[in-house]
């Protein structure tokens, strides 16, 4: 389901969000947008977030505590930072733009913002967020086995098995 929507997304922002077809070079627009998105793989790691939660609590708890809220938060929020850290760049670019446009620039001159500058906080910006986001998953996935691994042994499901520590 996660690729599935992460496709249909970026298809979204490609075709329909991705530049003037006006502009000639619209389909380098479009091919930026389609590489930048499709690296970094945030509908997936967010999928992988939520399956934690959900492991703890169809298979883990016998009572479940675990409502809906607690399943989707850290996907909710590792996918809204993603799309906050590409929002404030964007609107970053078209303020500049904008403040071009009004001092009597145009389209003609040379960019109105260090190009290097941007592109850099935004891949060291995503990166960083991604690498936190696998870095979450693979504890909460490792705290998670140790507990499926004491489930088998048991051959039970305690009732509590967060309160649980492993070293």
């Known amino acids: 389901v ?65 409502g809906v809220g607690r399943i989707i938060l850290p996907a909710v929020l590792l996918h809204g930072t993603f799309d906050a850290i590409l929002l404030s760049i964007t609107t970053y670019i078209e ?10 620039g145009n389209d003609e001159d040379d960019l109105p913002f260090n190009a290097f500058a941007v592109n850099l906080v935004a891949w060291v910006s995503i990166l960083g967020l991604m690498a936190f986001g696998f870095g979450w998953y693979m504890i909460e996935n490792r705290r998670q086995t140790k507990r499926l691994a004491l489930i088998e042994v048991r051959g039970t499901v305690d009732e509590k098995p967060t309160a649980l520590v492993f070293a």
């Open 95 to 104: 303020a500049k733009y904008e403040q071009l446009y009004e001092n009597g």
């Open 2 to 66: 996660a690729v599935g929507l992460a496709c249909a997304e970026n298809f979204m922002y490609v075709f329909f969000l991705g530049g003037s077809r006006s502009n000639s070079g619209a389909i380098w627009q479009e091919l930026m947008i389609l590489l930048f998105r499709s690296v970094f793989p945030v509908h997936a790691l967010a999928a992988a977030m939520q399956s934690i939660n959900m492991i703890r609590k169809f298979v883990e708890e016998r009572q479940n505590h675990i």
